[in-house]
Structure formats: C-alpha cells, structure tokens
C-alpha cells in the first residue's frame, strides 16, 4: 500500500510522470505550472533522468519530439500561451506519429490574459491546435488524484497509439494540495517501439521518423491511417464519469475545475430534492458522444457547465439526442469569475423550473 | 602479379541512389565528406541524423542511417532530445542558412551554448534554396534574390550573419569552423574539419559547428563553373574559411 500524501496538483502529475517511467522533461518557466519543472529539476536527476529548461516553448517541444522519436518516455509542460508556441511541434509529432505528454495547466486568455483557472484551451486543445488537422488524446483531471493517475494512463495511450496526449487541467487542478494516493506503475502490455530510431545496430532497414510525403497517393494513405487511429480511440478509449442520470429531470456537465465545483452545486440541488446527474467527460478527446447520446434518450435537458464562453457545449449538442435541450451556463476566466456552488446551483435550480 | 585495390569508392555510409540535387549544387559533396566521416569512425550502424527543412531534407533517403526529421530550424532542439536519449550514440544536424541563421537561430545557438555533444554542419549558399532563392541571412550586401531584387540594402535588411564567429564566442563550443568546397585544397581542409567535428563528439569532448560555403548555381542564375568561381571571388572575402575556436588545440 503507499502512503497517502498531501500534494499540489503539478505535483502529482511529475510524480506519476516519473513513476511510469518518464525520464526526460523539456520545459520552460510559466505561471501556474513552474511547480512541475521546479519537481522535475530536482527528481530526475536521481533517476539517472535528464531535465532541461529549454530556451523557449518552441524549443522544449522540439526536444520532446527528439527524446520520443528515440523511443524514451518523455514529456513537457506548460500554460496556454506557452502551448500556443509548441502548437508546430505538436502537428510535427501528430504527423510524425510520436508519443509524449504534454500538460497544460490553462490559464486565462486571450494574449497575456491572467494567471487564473480557465478553460478557453478546450477549442486549441481537442480540435487539432496547430496546421494540418490532427488530434491529440485530452484527458481532463478534475482533482489531485487525477492529476497523478492521468499522467500514467496519458504515457501509456500515448505510447499504444503513438500520438501525443495531452493533460487539459487549469490553475485550480494544477496548484490546489489535496491528499492523494501515489499508487505503484503496472505496466500494461504495449506495442514494441520498433519505429524509434536509435542508430543501425546491424538492421537492413533504417528507421526514419517524419512527417514529410510528397509521392503521389502518399499523404492522402498516411492522413487516413491517422484518422482510422482516431476512430480506433473513440471506440476503444472514451472515459467519463456519470452520476445519477437514471431518474435525472437535468444533467449537469462540465469538466475539470468547473466538474468540480458542479459536483458541489449538484450535492446541494440533491440536498433541495431536486434530481440531478452528471455527465464529466474525462477524455474531451476522444469526446464521449455514445454517453451523451444514451443519457438523452431519457433526460431531455442538459446543463453545461465551462469557465469560458462555451465551448465543450458545442460538442453536447453534437452528441445528444435530437429532442434533448442544452443549457449552457459559463464565464469566462478572470481574477473574481470563477463561479460558486451557489452560483451554479441557482442555474441549476432555473433549468428545473424551466421543466416544471 | 599485382592486385588491383579500389582506391575510391562510395562509402558504406551513403546508398547507392541518385540525389535530386539541381546540377553544380554542393549538397551532394558534403553529404559525401560526412559519410565519409562516419565511414572512417565506423559509426554508420550508430549514428543518428537529424535533417531539417529545405533541400536537404531528404538526406534520410541519401545516408544509410537512421534519421529523424525537424520542423524548419528545430534541428537543434530536436538533436538535444535525441542525444540526451541516446548518449552513446552519434548524433548529427544538417541545416541551410534560413534554416539555422534566421527561424532557427534560438535553437543553435542554445544547444550550441549547453555544449550538446552534437556535430552541426551548417550550409551557407547565401539563398533560401527549396523555396526558389529568397534572401537569406547570410545573402551578401548587393546580392540580387527573389525578395531583395534591387540587391540586399543593409540599410533595409540588416548585415550577413557570420555564424562561425558568432558561435566560437560561446563557451559551450568546442569548435568553430568555416570550410568550402570550391577548390581541392578547400576540400581537403574541409575533409579534414568535418572529421575532426565527428571525432570530438565521439571523444566527447562537446558540441562542434561546421559552417560549409556551397553553391545554388540554380537559384543564383549561374551555370555550376561560374557558381563555383562565385564561392572564391565573392563569397570567401565576406566568410573567411577559418578554425575560429578548437578547444582541441589549446
């Protein structure tokens, strides 16, 4: 059994980094995520790991895409507009079909915005984020627990599929301390990274990693591979936590940070006897369609619930069903916006009312 | 009797295809120089290239050796993570002038600052090649391109940048040297610089830097005779071939 600790949020995510054998991270300083290359600094080293603080996001990216085309567990960190520099690298990779962990600890935006929790990174985020078209696998903690678990099963997708994954959390997830459990890495059973390039070594065939195809027919063949990956991961790797939807009148989604103080809203609407489920999507890519689609054949109305304008909802009203309604209750991010469980059981309590 | 020995052939290091270099272009002799490099070392099967963007992108399908491709000017970056993976192995760059002097002169230059114990070689043809002959970097003062067709005003577009004498100014550098082609004295020097940045990686003695002059008879509108005088006559007064920092002869 290991021992329960009482960590930050960028904490867990380096240790379960590190735990699942993650040994070299490429990172430069940002608020709110410097904890994980402050962490990272002084871990891997006694690991026998490498830590560079890269001389630009640009950089750190590029040397992710350099230690994963070398077959090692590797990963970098950063805020959003620091994730909006590695935007190249990340289509470079996704192109280039190489792993690796990216975390971003959102903040809020746009331009240098503010240093708060945000959730404005979701478009960026699941829609591809750099040229070319292509997606990453997002997961989406919602607490400290998460953050460390996520790390692991994030290196493990990313390995399985060879595309780069990507930890969407915020400044609350990402610097809020709670007590967590540091379980011990099983590792799964993984494909052999044949592809890796690591000199000759006496084979015939040489291993060239990239992202260039210029014969005809040649692009067309590689871009429908990745997109047979991407449906392969929406059958196989959809995760979300559901709650209460049997005889719910309203479902409340919202992910992360927002699921979190949702969960508060909704124990309080349960407390008033009001019936209320939640929907969380943990992967926001591949995002859980069938879920939505199955909770709306009985409950016709959903809540969604995101710190900023409203974007996640734009994939519920993809995916539910027909008939049902999607509410949508958000604010964007900023010193003084994130909303209070009393906030969100007042929205919470209107949407019911609307039912009634 | 006498038994005839081949006294030149193509080395194990570059495969038996033909490149797609334009006629009189320099890429081709020193793709030949670093194959040679890692024939004499006998480090083929343990070599790793790291190719960046412009014409010499496809060196994957010219060396015999595994390769990884970079975004345009990350050559650096990406030879840094692949080099602290691979620690034992030999790690090399390949970079033009818009490559590694403009998008990508951060990445150089830090890696270079680290100590990376890589090798980068560096070609300067004073043009964006790939793209069809823009003005780069290092185009000379006068020298007329496709984006400075009035001739490069250094009043407007800034100076050519010497990158050899820019990097031997870092502490991170073992050594720092500006070779050409042109000539087969230059090409027995450079020969012999291309080596010794191969053999302080493998000795591990750092980060090493070869700046090579070449030619772009194509995009300077000169035949490959002429586009090779230019080298001489133009190029080498503004870029003198020169060790500008080897910590091996100190």
């Known amino acids: 059994m290991s021992k329960r600790l009482f960590i930050k949020g960028n904490e867990a995510v380096a240790m379960g980094a590190i735990e699942a054998g993650c040994r070299y991270y490429f990172g430069y300083p940002i608020t709110p995520q410097s904890d994980i290359p402050e962490y990272m600094s002084k871990e891997l080293p006694k690991r026998g790991g490498d830590f560079i603080q890269a001389e630009s996001e640009v950089a750190a990216i590029n040397m992710l895409l350099g230690a994963s085309a070398s077959g090692a567990r590797a990963m970098t960190s950063s805020s959003s507009p620091g994730i909006s520099l590695k935007q190249e690298g990340l289509s470079y990779m996704a192109g280039s079909e190489l792993p690796g962990l990216i975390v971003n600890i959102v903040r809020s935006g746009p331009g240098l915005g503010g240093i708060d929790a945000s959730q404005a990174d979701y478009f960026q985020s699941v829609k591809g984020g750099g040229h070319g078209g292509y997606h990453l696998l997002v997961l989406a903690p919602d607490s400290v627990q998460e953050m460390y678990d996520h790390a692991i099963l994030g290196l493990d997708l990313s390995d399985r599929y060879r595309m780069p994954t990507m930890i969407l959390a915020d400044a609350v997830i990402g610097q809020m301390k709670e007590s967590m459990i540091p379980h011990p890495y099983q590792a799964p059973e993984l494909p052999e990274k044949d592809w890796a390039v690591t000199g000759k070594q006496g084979r015939s065939e040489q291993k060239i990693v990239k992202s260039l195809f210029l014969g005809d027919g040649e692009l067309e063949a590689h871009n429908w591979k990745l997109h047979r990956k991407y449906e392969l991961i929406k059958q196989r790797e959809v995760r979300f936590e559901a709650d209460g939807l049997e005889d719910a009148e309203l479902i409340v989604t919202a992910f992360g940070t927002a699921a979190r103080i949702a969960k508060t809203a909704i124990a309080m609407a349960r407390e008033a006897g009001l019936k209320v489920g939640l929907l969380r999507p943990i992967t926001l890519y591949p995002f859980p369609e069938k879920a939505f689609l199955e909770a709306t054949q009985g409950c016709k109305r959903v809540l969604t619930i995101e710190l900023n304008n409203g974007q996640m909802v734009q994939d519920v009203k993809l995916s539910v069903a027909r008939d049902a309604e999607v509410a949508f209750y958000g604010r964007p991010a900023g010193a003084g916006s994130l909303p209070t469980p009393e906030e969100l059981f007042e929205q919470i309590r209107k949407q019911i009312r609307g039912v009634a | ?250």
Request: with cysteine; proline share 6%; hydrophobic share 40%.
């Open chain 2, 1 to 250: 009797m006498t038994t005839l020995e081949p006294v030149f052939k193509r080395p194990v290091s570059l495969k038996e295809v033909q490149t797609h270099f334009c006629p009189g272009c320099q890429h081709g002799t020193v793709h030949r120089m670093v194959a040679e490099a890692l024939d004499h070392f006998g480090v083929q099967q343990q070599t790793i290239g790291v190719a960046s963007v412009g014409c010499s992108v496809f060196l994957y399908n010219y060396f015999d050796i595994d390769v990884v491709e970079a975004p345009h000017g990350r050559a650096p970056a990406v030879a840094t993570g692949v080099k602290r993976v691979h620690k034992d192995k030999v790690v090399f760059t390949y970079q033009g002038d818009g490559d590694l002097a403009a998008i990508g002169i951060s990445e150089i230059i830090h890696a270079a600052n680290r100590g990376e114990a890589f090798t980068a070689l560096f070609i300067n043809n004073t043009t964006y090649g790939m793209t069809g002959g823009q003005m780069a970097p290092t185009t000379l003062p006068g020298q007329r391109t496709q984006t400075s067709p009035e001739g490069r005003n250094v009043a407007l577009d800034g100076h050519p940048i010497r990158m050899s004498e820019l990097m031997a100014g870092l502490d991170g550098v073992s050594l720092s040297a500006r070779v050409a082609v042109n000539n087969p004295k230059n090409l027995l020097q450079a020969n012999k610089i291309i080596k010794k940045a191969f053999d302080i990686q493998i000795s591990r003695k750092g980060f090493a830097f070869v700046e090579v002059l070449a030619t772009c008879p194509t995009n300077w509108g000169l035949d490959p005779l002429a586009a090779n005088e230019r080298v001489g006559e133009e190029m080498i007064p503004y870029f003198p071939l020169q060790v500008f920092k080897d910590v091996t002869a100190l």
